[in-house]
């Protein structure tokens, strides 16, 4: 497995921007994802990326204001968050698994970071 670790997380206004991190340490040549969950509702996938970052994944929610990005030089993965909406509003977690690109089957799991986004 790989052992995550995400930070970046915070409290800003509607409208603004937050960069997560996740640093990873383990097993090489894996996809990583972030997913998040809002209080009441199960978790659900936000994006994904491939070993060589060429390939990514969105969902239609963040499509356009979220960008997924890696650095294998640093072992790090970095989710770049503009225009947040209230709804945005969940902890935000950090996913890593063997093998292609993928929107769910990850096994491996940050401690997850919370963001906020106030009206």
């Known amino acids: 497995q790989v052992h995550l670790v995400e930070s970046g997380g915070g409290l800003v206004q509607a409208g603004g921007s937050l960069r997560l991190s996740c640093a990873a340490s383990g097993r090489t040549f894996y996809a990583m994802g972030w997913f998040r969950q809002a209080p009441g509702k199960e978790r659900e996938f936000v994006a994904a990326i491939n070993w060589g970052g060429a390939l990514t994944y969105y969902a239609d929610s963040v499509r356009g204001r979220f960008t997924i990005s890696r650095d294998n030089a640093k072992n790090t993965a970095h989710l770049q968050m503009n225009s947040l909406k209230p709804e945005d509003t969940a902890v935000y977690y950090c996913?890593?698994?063997?093998?292609?690109?993928?929107?769910?089957?990850?096994?491996?799991w940050g401690q997850g970071t919370q963001v906020t986004v106030s009206s």
């Open positions: 996913a890593a698994r063997t093998g292609p690109i993928s929107r769910d089957e990850y096994d491996s």
